[in-house]
C-alpha cells in the first residue's frame, strides 16, 4: 500500500485561508489512486510585523493511516520552501481510503521544535533553552482526522499552538527612562510555573504532553519592531506552549544600557493558544500600574 502514496511539496506555507468548493478537489489517476491538490496562501503580505507569520520558511505534511501514529514512508519530515507565500502540495493517496494528516509550519533556522518524532509518534517538542524576544520561534499546526480521499475539502487553516506574551511600556514611560539617562536595551523572561514541552499532534485539537520543565528565555535584544497598539513599546515578546487557557506566574528582568536590572513579577497571568496577552503600562517608573488583557489578535 505503501507504493501507492507519493508526496510531492512545491511552494508551500500554509496558514489562514478562505474555504474553498468541494468540486474539482482531485484527478483520478487510475488503479484507485488520486492525486489530491492542496492549496494554501498567506493571509497579508503587506505587514511587517511581530506575529504576522513571514518568519515561517517551512512546512512539513505527515500522512498516516486512519489512528496510527506511524507516518507513510513518503511522507516523512520532507519540507519544502515558502516561495511567495503561496502553497501547493500534490499527495497522490488511494482514493475513498481515509487518513489522518498533519501540518507543521515553521522557521527551520530558529531550533525551535524537535519534529523528529511527527514521523514515528505524531509529536513535536519545545526546545526553551533559546533567547527572549525571538519572532522566528513563531509556528502553525493543524490536524485533520478522517481524511477520506478524493472527497473531503483541500484548503485548510492552520493556527499558532502557543499563546504569545508581551510586555509594552508607554511612550510615557520611555521618557520618564529617557529623562533619567537610559534606555532599555534587553529583556529576560522566566516562567515561573512549570510547563509541558510536548505536543501531542493525535487529536484535531492538539493536547500538551511530555513533562513539566521550567522555562527562562534569557536576556536578548527587546523586539525593534514598532508595537501594534498606538502608544506601547515592545519591552518583551515571547511564545509559550499552551492549552486552550491557563494561568502562568510569569517574571521578566529589564536591562538598561548602563546595564541596571529592572525585575517585575506578574502572577496568576491567562494565556491561551491562539492569543495574545499583553501586560501594558508603567512597567519601568511605576510597576504597579500596568493592566493585562488577553486578545484574539492571530484570528
Known amino acids: 500500500m505503501k507504493k501507492l502514496f507519493r508526496l510531492v511539496m512545491a511552494a508551500a506555507v500554509i496558514f489562514s485561508v ?6 474539482d478537489i482531485s484527478t483520478t489517476l487510475g488503479k484507485g489512486q488520486v492525486e489530491v491538490t492542496f492549496t494554501a496562501n498567506l493571509a497579508d503580505l503587506s505587514t511587517r510585523s511581530i506575529g504576522d507569520g513571514m518568519t515561517v520558511d517551512q512546512v512539513y505534511l505527515a500522512v498516516y493511516e486512519k489512528g496510527g ?19 501547493t502540495i500534490n ?13 507543521w509550519a515553521q522557521n527551520n533556522a530558529a531550533n525551535a521544535y524537535d519534529i523528529t518524532a511527527l514521523a514515528d509518534g505524531r509529536t513535536i517538542k519545545a526546545n526553551y533553552a533559546e533567547v527572549a524576544n525571538l519572532e522566528n520561534r513563531d509556528a502553525f499546526c493543524l490536524v485533520r482526522n478522517n481524511y477520506k480521499a478524493g472527497h473531503d475539502e483541500t484548503t485548510f487553516s492552520l493556527k499558532r499552538p502557543f499563546a504569545q506574551i508581551n510586555v509594552a511600556n508607554s511612550d510615557a514611560d520611555v521618557e520618564y527612562i529617557k529623562d533619567n539617562g537610559a534606555v532599555i536595551e534587553e ?12 505536543l ?4 484535531e485539537t492538539p493536547e500538551l504532553a511530555g513533562e513539566l520543565v521550567d522555562v527562562t528565555f534569557e536576556s536578548n535584544d527587546i523586539p525593534a519592531e514598532d508595537f501594534y497598539k498606538d502608544g506601547y513599546n515592545y519591552l518583551a515578546m515571547n511564545y509559550l506552549l499552551v492549552n486552550e487557557r491557563e494561568l502562568v506566574d510569569l517574571e521578566f528582568v529589564f536591562t538598561d544600557d548602563k ?3 529592572y525585575t517585575r513579577k506578574y502572577f ?12 501594558l503600562g508603567q512597567i519601568i517608573s ?14
Not at 478562505?18 to 468540486?23: F, I, V
Not at 506511524?70 to 519540507?79: C, Q, T, V
Open 69 to 87: 501514529t506511524k507516518a507513510l514512508e513518503s511522507s516523512k519530515l520532507s519540507g519544502t520552501a515558502v516561495v511567495n507565500g503561496k502553497a
Open 259 to 261: 546595564g541596571v536590572n
Open 200 to 203: 501531542n499532534m493525535l487529536k
Open 18 to 23: 478562505a474555504s474553498c468548493a468541494k468540486e
Open 286 to 299: 511605576s510597576p504597579y500600574d500596568f493592566n493585562v488583557e488577553i486578545v484574539p489578535g492571530f484570528d
Open 187 to 198: 529583556s529576560k523572561m522566566v516562567v515561573k510555573t512549570k510547563v509541558r514541552n510536548t
Open 91 to 103: 499527495v497522490v493517496l488511494l482514493k475513498d481510503k481515509t487518513y489522518d494528516l498533519v501540518f
Open 268 to 279: 496568576q497571568v491567562p494565556v491561551q493558544r491562539n492569543y495574545r496577552t499583553n501586560i
